[in-house]
């Protein structure tokens, strides 16, 4: 299906293809110089004093759960409107995930009063998620964090270039965790990122991200080093150079394509404003979102398949984000019925409108008068 708007496109150009064809050409193609310029340029993004690089954001999930010290018997507290990842990480470690209500119709984000109601004895952490990159209640989670001793893993994965009260989203709990794959903000293929302020944590991530060995390939081949012990049971989840200098590229377009995203998302608030739809986040925007997705609520009892089919007829592409991870098969076998109403009912209304920082007041046309001429109906 040739989309006339889709969901998402990558703003690649001939920058991406000459920071590849240089990768290509220098012939060194895993943990080099590309992949610690792109981590110093992530550090400097987010202030934050290490960024460590990964293959994809589910692994540095998994890698900040596991430096964390996460494990059988503990508890860890997650969004269920999130996508599957951030619970998946905490069960990787043998641990069990609890699932918290979102705020409202107005912030999709995880309420820190539901986190608090499941608090246990076994509770070990939360893991916020910046619903399409829109700041969680940061102020109220880090107090409830330090009151209850938990840690903190911020889901920043829609996040990059975000901030809440002039500080960047990933860098309010003890790690946080970036995703590069293609559809989101700042898109490599596959790829993540870690960041810390704390020393020791950034220490473990870097021993677990390569095979809990005590010296890298990089290290050695320049001759600092010639051999090495394992002190942890460690993985392989590092990112490679061509993927890392596609970061690069990206990310210094990044502030420029997130402000696109922005001015997209401004206009489809203000050319939705009057349709019976549920605009979240629009209320309390501060413009220092990352703007990942435009979610839009469905008066309550539309039917969302026929919507999005008609939509799809017109050419646009759209999403749900998402369906709460606790009615999943797997879940649902795992921890048999939950109820989580505000989440349920409000992820059973969402669709997600194209958004992308090529899309241009054309490709907004469209959606808007696809989207205006279909609600018309309902209501
Ligand atoms: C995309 C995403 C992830 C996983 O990222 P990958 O890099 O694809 O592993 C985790 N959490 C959220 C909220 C995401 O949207």
Known sequence: MAWKVPLADLDYG??????????????????????QSFEGAFAAL?????????????????????ALGIGPGDEVIVPSLTFVATANAVLYCGAD???????????LTVDPVSIEACITPRTKAVIPMHYAGYPCRMPEIMALAEEHGLAVIEDAA?????????????????????SFFSNKNLPTGE?????????????????????????????????????????ELGYNYRIDEIRASLGLTQLAKLADNNAKRRLWTRSYWDALADLPVALPFKAADQGTSAYHLFPMLLPEGTNREAFMASLRDAGVQSSIHYRPVHTFSYYRERYGEISLPVTEALAAREVTLPLYPTMGEAGLGIVVEAATALLAHIV
């Open 46 to 66: 987010t202030g934050a004093r290490h960024a460590m690089a990964v293959s994809n954001a589910t692994q540095a999930l998994h890698l900040a759960c596991l």
């Open 97 to 107: 995930v609890r699932f918290a209500e979102v705020l409202s119709s107005d912030n």
């Open 158 to 178: 829609h996040a990059p270039g975000a901030t809440l009260d002039g500080r960047a989203l990933g860098t309010f709990g003890e790690v946080g965790c970036f």
């Open 14 to 35: 001939p920058e991406e293809e000459r920071a590849v064809i240089d990768v290509l050409r220098s012939k060194w193609l895993t943990m080099g110089a590309v992949t």
């Open 191 to 231: 790829g993540g990122m870690l960041v810390t302020d704390r020393d020791d944590l950034a220490a473990k991530l870097r021993l677990l991200r390569s095979h809990g060995m005590t010296t890298l390939t990089y290290d050695r081949h320049k001759g600092h080093a010639f051999s090495y012990d394992v002190v």
